[in-house]
């Protein structure tokens, strides 16, 4: 018997100890349930190491305490381990085992679900203290990918709620944190079981804030085709209004889930009625580099008013590989509606891909007539996150005030999130889609009233109120009203910034100035003149009412025009929260209102966070300011300007030009403006104090790809024999001006060491904001022919850029910065790790370069590549070793690029 039990022990020991992967690693006690009756399966047990502290928005940094101790991907399970943590009782965090809430396998796909809480944090007497910012917390899992049959399974990974995991050796950050499920990474996974670590971050706007704190994720594969596949959401395409289309613009996304390039030949109809043609700014045809998904664009045409779907094939090859073309056949349905019912149209947004927004015309029978010179306005409707402009819940939203005069129309942001929030990506969209209203009418044969596409009528719930409050704020010279609901005041108002991991008050300031244009209290100025109506349920536990009742007070005391509504015992959604009877009303006398647009003031303020996103007020717009991480304020009194932080101003006609004004206490002659040309503004600079009149020749700028790259290097100002490099338009801002890009983006990288990252980038980019990037490998910025933004991916040596002279540098040296005094200081060794920080470009385009001394570090600058808005990322950051866990306190280096794009004083360096 004793010699059973000894065979039996010892079968016991070698099952627990064999080799599981392709790398030999070892299997995880006690992983030990799982599903091999198919191709491919997820382990049903899983180790789980937590809980730990992290802030609002945090984890972009790191800010990971068990990178101290390198990574949760170097420690085993050990029942008996502890580790430091500042929120479990007794200060510890330990290892502990769960069960998958479910796990699903078939041939084809396989899932695990997870549910993870502890009951070892007292939350509520934390919330108590912090807030909602306590119920946010990180924590790791580990799991199996058990892969079986013989051969290699392309497949594709989704991961719900999830910002950072590993799969075996390599590591992905950008997940999929909001389960868009727009762009997963392809795998290609050996025989054998795979280990997974997925760290788990609980963020309390994406999983709230009220009920348990638990981390819900899922895991789920699919297998791939191993080559061109339709990706989600498939084809964009308009709706059939009255037998047309509503727009001609179409697009499809697609997926490479082969192990080689490939190049999409042509989109071609298959009705030989129907024309099309791909739409790309390149000479070269679009190319899908390996594991990217990338959308096409083509032109739409319908066979016959009759279809009622339309096909299309889509002939591709291998790149730079003589043989036979490929076929994909994809189609779609369509819809019809009448061109008097909200519809979906499609237009290209600035950054090269088609988007869509739903339209509603003027009604057959509103019984207004036009007023403004046979215009009429548009009333913008913002959705909430989570939604999709084409759901019934908005687009349906104002069916019961049908007879509006106004054009209605509810943009999408591009996804259900809006992209940004409503800022940088998402507006650009909101206002591609009120540009695209005259092609429409054009294209469908409009005859009804002409609209207006400067007049603005603004109204949104939730993250949609949130973005009325940016449109009021940010574009006060186009807003006619504004009627944000339920909407927060910012996120740092929703979500406090509590429990970042320690750091210097002056980098906490850096961060918290990068957040500027986000923070609506301080904006409030910005609305005077502007009717303004505020709607909140009292106990909304999504969007707290103090959110409203805050601005309601600093509207009052910034002089505006204001009602507040506060509704008794109504939460955050009810079926008719954007038709109260107030709203109706409010709507209905906005649109027929006559004031004139924009607004001519005589006395009024003016607060600017970031020019590049701001337009004008009165007449009158911020084009500069001193130190881009303070608020720029201009105080007028008739033709009296008092200003603080500014650079540079622009007075537009509806200011009211005289021969002079006076300007912090300086009277300058307007007759020394040159506005030949059609020019209507006048361009005031500031320069050693004294403010002067910007002559008409100081605004020549200079081509740029030239094989002199020492002499002309982007938009520059001229005086005499010398120029001087100058930031303008699209480049002001923080690191997410990238997101102010003119065509697809342009990834270009050095190669093979480099390629995952360059990938990530364009999946996160995509996955976040439905863009579309080209990857190129490339050194020279000769080599790139499109009219993107730039993101260049290098390791040890940054390709050169078009100014040599950069304050910034980065090479196997490490990083070096020129400060605010001209003093040069180089970061090495464990102070650089990897870098990030743009540079320019010619016609306002930019650069973002992502630096790392190694592909560990070059992963850890390429987390800052703008995804979650509310990150907080300054124009430059270099990266120390340490930033993995003390986060910014880790950078020695951060900060902003002024207007000359020079290091700011402010910066740390």
Known sequence: MAFWLWVLLAAIYMFLTRPITA?????????????????????????????????????????DPLEFLGGFRALEYDQNAQFRSSIPVNGTAKWSVIQAKQTTSTATSANASLSVSYSSVDWDFLK??????????????????IIGGNEIQHVILY???????????????????????????VLYLTPGT????????????????????????????????????????????????????????????????????????????????ANSSVVHNAA???????????????????????????????????????????KLTISQNLTKVSSYDPHKITYFHPGGMVSYAMLRPPARNATCKPAHNATLPILLQLHGAGLEADNGIVAHALDSVPDLCSWVLFPTGVTPWSGDDWHNWGFADVEAAINFIPSWINFVGWEGPNVDVNRWIVSGHSNGGQGTWYALTHRPDRVAAAAPVSGYASIQKYVPYELWQPMDPRRTAIISGSLNSYRHEMLMENAQGIPVLQQHGEIDDNVPAYNSRLLSQVLFQAGTNSNYYELPGQNHWFDTVMT?????????????????????????????????????????????????????????????????????????????LTNTITIDEQDVEMSQANTSGGSSSITLLKTEGVWKVRSANQERSCSLLTNQVDSLSADREYSGENSVLRRRGRQLGTMTAILRTRGPFIIRHQGPQTAHIALQVSRNLHQYFSAEAEILVTESLE???????????????????????????????????????GRLQT???????????????????????????NASGLSQAARLVPTLTGVGQPDFVVLGEGARWRGVEGAPALGFLDHMWSVTWSSVV
């Open 783 to 821: 080599d790139i022919s499109g009219s993107g933004n730039v993101i260049s991916v290098a390791i040890g040596e940054v390709p050169p850029g078009l100014h040599p002279d950069f304050p910034i540098q980065a090479g196997a040296f490490g990083v070096s910065v020129r400060d605010g005094s």
């Open 128 to 145: 108590l203290v912090y807030g909602w910012a306590a119920v946010q917390y990180q924590a790791w899992a580990r799991g199996e990918i």
């Open 580 to 656: 109260t009877d107030h709203l109706k009303d409010f709507y209905r006398a906005q649109t027929t209102s006559t004031d004139q647009i924009p607004r001519r003031l005589q006395n009024f303020s003016f607060v600017v966070a970031d020019p590049g996103d701001m337009g004008p007020k009165g007449g009158l717009r911020v084009t500069h300011l001193e130190d881009p991480g303070r608020y720029g304020r201009v105080q007028v009194i008739g033709h009296v300007v008092q200003t603080s932080n500014v650079q540079s101003l622009e007075l537009e006609t509806q200011f009211g």
């Open 159 to 185: 991961t719900d709620w999830i910002l950072e995991f590993w799969v075996n050796d390599t590591h992905y950050f950008g997940g999929d944190f909001f389960t868009f499920r727009k762009a997963p990474p």
């Open 23 to 63: 790398n030999n690693e070892r299997a995880m006690v006690p992983l030990m349930n799982r599903q091999e009756n198919y191709p491919f399966a997820f382990s049903t047990s899983w180790q789980v190491l937590g809980p730990f502290q992290i802030g609002t928005r945090e984890a972009t940094w790191g800010s």
């Open 827 to 853: 970061f090495g060794g464990h102070l650089a790790a990897g870098a990030a920080f743009l540079r320019p470009l010619d016609d306002e385009r930019l650069e973002l370069v992502l630096w790392g001394v």
């Open 284 to 326: 070269k045809g679009v190319v899908i580099v390996a594991g990217q998904t990338r959308p096409v664009a083509f032109n739409v045409s319908l066979p016959s008013s009759n279809s009622s779907s339309i096909s299309y094939i889509i002939t591709y090859k291998l790149l730079n590989i003589e043989g036979p073309l490929s």
């Open 194 to 273: 795979h280990r997974i670590d997925i760290r788990l971050v609980r963020d309390v706007r994406a999983l709230g804030g009220i009920n348990n704190p638990t981390i819900d994720v899922l895991v789920d594969l699919q297998k791939a085709s191993g080559t061109l596949e339709l990706a989600k959401p498939g084809i964009l395409m308009s709706d059939v209004v009255d037998g047309r289309l509503a727009s001609p613009a179409g697009s499809v996304v697609l997926r490479n889930s082969g192990e080689g390039d490939v190049e999409i030949v042509h989109v071609q109809s298959s009705d030989r009625n």
